[in-house]
């Protein structure tokens, strides 16, 4: 069984910081992907960045990048220039990659993070 | 496109009572995924069906729980004598798996927006 644990409840910044999300996991598995959500109160989970643990290689989209640790089992998610669209609940999820490439999800309990204007 | 759509949005029902929830996948995803989200325990993998296979139940918290799928579309998850501590809201969500050659590819769940449900 996988765990994913953010030790983080609730984080608050200045609108246009850089804010950085922390993320530790316990696998045995080799092949598996991990995933940061961002739950605004709309309850909508919109997926902000994924990294399959086979590519060393950090994923970037826009804004989002990870810093990913596969020997220390970490996978934080830095917002640069962060919005106060940003505000949200972020949780950070694995899953485990088999042979149908399709599995459940396990989260983190999550981060709730506060852009202030 | 429509993305995931859930129903009722919110329900509201007293304890002992049988509930459904109901998910419509995007067209064409063959897989589908409940989740539950509360307050204490967070957001917990329910159940997995893919296709025409049997489901993957093994998060179903008790037998009170079930889902059906039918003819590989709508879902509903049917909780049977709800109790409070089934007070969460329940998310489903679809994707697309290609089963071929024993290869995986990356296949991302789109979320709905979930069903609120209260137990009095």
């Known amino acids: 069984a996988q765990t994913v644990t953010q030790s983080q409840p609730e984080m608050s910044v200045q609108e246009a910081e850089t804010v950085t999300l922390s993320c530790t996991y316990d696998t045995s598995e080799n092949n598996y992907y991990l995933f940061w959500y961002k739950q605004p109160p709309s309850r909508q989970m919109i997926l902000v960045i994924r990294?399959?643990?086979?590519?060393?290689q950090n994923a970037t989209e826009n804004r989002f990048s990870v810093n990913f640790q596969k020997a220390a089992k970490s996978f934080s998610l830095k917002i640069s220039d962060s919005q106060l669209g940003d505000t949200a609940m972020y949780f950070c999820a694995f899953m485990k990659r088999g042979p149908g490439g399709a599995d459940g999800l396990t989260f983190g309990k999550g981060t709730h993070l506060i852009i202030q204007p | 496109g429509a993305g995931v759509s859930q129903s009722p949005s919110n329900k509201v029902t007293e304890k002992g009572k049988d509930v459904e929830l109901r998910c419509d996948p995007i067209?064409?995803?063959?897989?589908l995924y409940w989740y539950r989200q509360s307050l204490g325990q967070g957001l917990e993998f329910l159940i997995y069906f893919q296709g025409n296979s049997a489901p993957d139940k093994s998060g179903l918290p008790s037998d009170r729980f079930s889902a059906e799928r039918t003819g590989g579309s709508v879902s509903t998850l049917t909780i049977q004598r709800t109790q409070q501590e089934d007070s969460a809201v329940y998310l489903c969500?679809?994707?697309?798996?290609?089963?071929?050659?024993?290869?995986?590819?990356?296949?991302?769940?789109?979320f709905g927006p979930g069903t609120r449900l209260t137990v009095l």
């Open positions: 969500a679809s994707s697309f798996v290609r089963l071929a050659g024993g290869t995986s590819s990356y296949n991302e769940q789109f």
């Open positions: 067209s064409g995803h063959t897989a």
């Open positions: 990294q399959e643990a086979y590519k060393q």
